[in-house]
Nanobody, 120 residues
Framework: QVQLQESGPGLVKPSQTLSLTCSGS??????????WSWIRQSPGKGLEWLGA???????VYSPSLKSRTSISWDTSKNQFSLQLSSVTPEDTAVYYC????????????WGQGTQVTVSS
């Protein structure tokens, strides 16, 4: 059973960089045909995909957030991370790390989510 756990600060000041890490257990992030995404949900809004990294280390970003988003991984720790720069209150959301398998979009495991609030 794959388990994902997000970690990071719950409060970030405007203009700063939001940094989150997802720790995985029960499966390796380099397992073939697995894809590891960051998805968020803002208050009153739907789910928004930010970007993902594949089991081969290929990274793709949402075009709308690409200029502010960076995804990386540490395979030795079985972790992948998100950095979102120049945050504003509109970046306040619950952030999820999510695994997909077979394709980039067939999500099968979700972390519990972590609330990040952008406020001074």
């Amino acid at each position: 059973q794959v388990q994902l756990q997000e970690s990071g600060p719950g409060l970030v000041k405007p203009s700063q960089t939001l940094s989150l890490t997802c720790s995985g257990s029960g499966g390796s992030i380099t397992t073939s045909y697995t894809y590891w995404s960051w998805i968020r949900q803002s208050p009153g809004k739907g789910l928004e995909w930010l970007g993902a990294i594949s089991y081969e280390g290929r990274i793709v970003y949402s075009p709308s957030l690409k200029s502010r988003t960076s995804i990386s991984w540490d395979t030795s720790k079985n972790q992948f991370s998100l950095q979102l720069s120049s945050v504003t209150p509109e970046d306040t959301a619950v952030y999820y790390c999510v695994r997909a398998s077979s394709t980039w979009w067939e999500y099968d495991y979700w972390g519990q989510g972590t609330q990040v609030t952008v406020s001074s």
